[in-house]
């Protein structure tokens, strides 16, 4: 049965970028669907439980006219560490081994800019929403100690200001990990192995990034979504993709993908201090507790449907994500 989702109506506006300076930001809006296929859930089964990310608005995307098809009711959640929303079904004594879940809405997304320049020439102001001491903690899989606290001062012993010092890890970064997803141990966000392997996706460009920026006590965050090409039109999207953010006292968040930047050269500056319109946000940190709480371990990063089959993880789930412009 399809139900929509029916909440409190938002008003978009895009606010100028750091510094004051007005911008032309490009726009893109579009429709996502997301499908999750949980099969051949075992006969005798008394609970099937389902969490999917659900997309947030925030100041760079506005998702509306959400519609979700689910086997069973459904509700939305929050996970109780980072206030990730969470589409969350229960099936109780399911009949058919094949159990569906689709949510399609609808994405105005912005091009997101704070430019270094105006950065540098803004006016220092008070801090009215510092950020939580979480964004200055380790991950499991990213530690900021030891080896990985000694090679951020590496990185960055010639950078005096925050600024400095998060161009140069970003720098470092671009420049010695290489976007290659060949092989084994990629896409974990491990920072030894990004580090010592230098290769990878997206997620192991970042935590090399987030790790490093901690570790010189500069708060970073890990934001996970999905890409669309830059072309308008229609069609499948492969999976996942993850970006960053910096914090920098007085001015705010500053956001960055790495990645990116090393797959485009051309564009190394651009993503320092930018996240284009081709990408919709679902979530963001690691290691997470889900709501209601899973059974198994904190997942690494939520971005995939996560079933739980009797208490137990059950890894029998087939995910396919589209995109369509709109005008």
Request: charge should be neutral; hydrophobic fraction near 35%.
């Amino acid at each position: 049965m399809w139900r929509k989702v029916v909440g409190i109506a938002t008003i978009t506006v895009w606010l100028l970028p750091l510094g004051g300076a007005a911008q032309n930001v490009r726009t893109r809006t579009f429709e996502f669907t997301y499908v999750a296929e949980v099969r051949d859930v075992p006969s005798g089964t008394r609970t099937v439980s389902i969490w999917l990310p659900y997309p947030p608005s925030d100041e760079n995307q506005q998702i509306s006219d959400v519609r979700i098809h689910a086997p069973a009711p459904w509700r939305l959640t929050r996970d109780p560490e980072y206030g990730n929303r969470i589409l969350y079904i229960q099936v109780d004594a399911p009949t058919d081994p094949l159990l569906r879940v689709e949510m399609r809405f609808r994405v105005q997304r912005r091009e997101y800019i704070r430019r270094p320049e105006a950065i540098r020439t803004a006016s220092l102001v008070e801090d009215s929403d510092p950020p939580p001491t979480r964004w200055l903690r380790p991950d499991r899989l990213v530690p900021i100690d030891g080896w990985v606290r000694e090679r951020a001062l590496e990185v960055t012993r010639d950078a005096r200001t925050d600024l400095e010092k998060a161009r140069a890890i970003y720098e470092w970064t671009v420049s010695n990990i290489r976007y290659d997803k060949s092989g084994t141990g990629w896409g974990r966000g491990d920072i030894y192995y990004a580090c010592n392997v230098k290769r990878g996706n997206c997620t192991d460009f970042h935590a090399a990034f987030i790790g490093f920026a901690r570790a010189v006590g500069i708060p970073a965050r890990f934001e996970i979504g999905f890409p669309l090409p830059p072309e308008r039109g229609q069609g499948e999207i492969s999976g996942y993709h993850c970006w960053a953010q910096f914090y920098l006292k007085g001015y705010g968040w500053v956001p960055v993908d790495a990645s990116e930047a090393a797959k485009t050269p051309a564009l190394r500056d651009y993503f320092f201090g930018a996240h284009d319109e081709n990408r919709v946000l679902f979530t963001i940190g690691r290691d997470i507790r889900l709501e209601p709480p899973q059974q198994g371990e904190p997942l690494n990063y939520f971005i995939y449907p996560y079933v739980e089959v009797d208490g137990r993880p059950f890894p029998n789930v087939e995910k396919r994500f589209s995109f369509r412009d709109l005008p």
